[in-house]
């Protein structure tokens, strides 16, 4: 069996992440999101955010986890405090990004991210995770597939995202959460 594990991201880490993310997104996205921001992913900039991230996170309880294979990353979770305003920010996190290498899917690797995202949110104080998925988008729809099996359940909010600022690209989601405490 090969070595797998799930560890913190260095800056170092910043193109793989970028890399996984676009191939992840390009596949699961093509045709719900603009071809332009599809192909803008993986860039230069996408790989400044990713080694800025695990570089100098915002906060202490701001995370991104890589899942590598080997010494090959070949996932990645981003996990930090809830920013919505119906949400406490001090007990509530939010699942921001998780995505596995296309080419790497079923090994068990986003359950691995997953765990290891929870217990650092655990360790931070949180009581509750929250994430974001597409309504339109059957990635989404076994994302969704993929998180009610360990717990987490639609909680009701809903909104819709305007990609361009103009009106011409809408994307609605809703938000499933999850309780990741005995006493929430």
């Known amino acids: 069996?090969?070595?797998?594990?799930v560890r913190a991201a260095r800056a170092e880490d910043g193109a793989d992440i970028a890399n996984i993310q676009a191939a992840a997104w390009r596949q699961a996205y093509d045709g719900v999101l603009p071809a332009d921001a599809l192909a803008a992913l993986g860039d230069g900039a996408a790989e400044e955010q990713w080694q800025a991230a695990?570089?100098?996170?915002?906060?202490?309880?701001h995370h991104?986890?890589?899942?590598?294979?080997?010494?090959?990353?070949?996932?990645?979770?981003?996990v930090g405090p809830a920013e919505d305003d119906d949400l406490d920010t001090g007990s509530t996190a939010e699942l921001s990004a998780l995505s596995v290498a296309p080419t790497r899917t079923g090994e068990g690797h986003g359950s691995r991210l997953v765990n290891a995202a929870v217990d650092h949110l655990r360790q931070d104080g949180f009581a509750r995770v929250v994430v974001w998925?597409?309504?339109?988008?059957?990635?989404?729809e076994a994302l969704e597939r993929f998180l009610a099996a360990a717990g987490w359940a639609p909680d009701g909010a809903r909104r819709t995202?305007?990609?361009?600022?103009?009106?011409?690209?809408?994307?609605s989601q809703h938000r499933l959460a999850v309780t990741i405490t005995a006493d929430p």
């Open 1 to 5: 069996m090969a070595d797998v594990s």
């Open 54 to 61: 695990a570089e100098a996170p915002p906060s202490p309880r």
């Open 64 to 78: 991104v986890l890589v899942a590598v294979a080997g010494p090959d990353p070949v996932g990645f979770a981003a």
């Open 133 to 140: 998925v597409m309504d339109q988008a059957a990635a989404d």
């Open 161 to 171: 995202l305007d990609l361009h600022g103009d009106g011409s690209v809408l994307v």
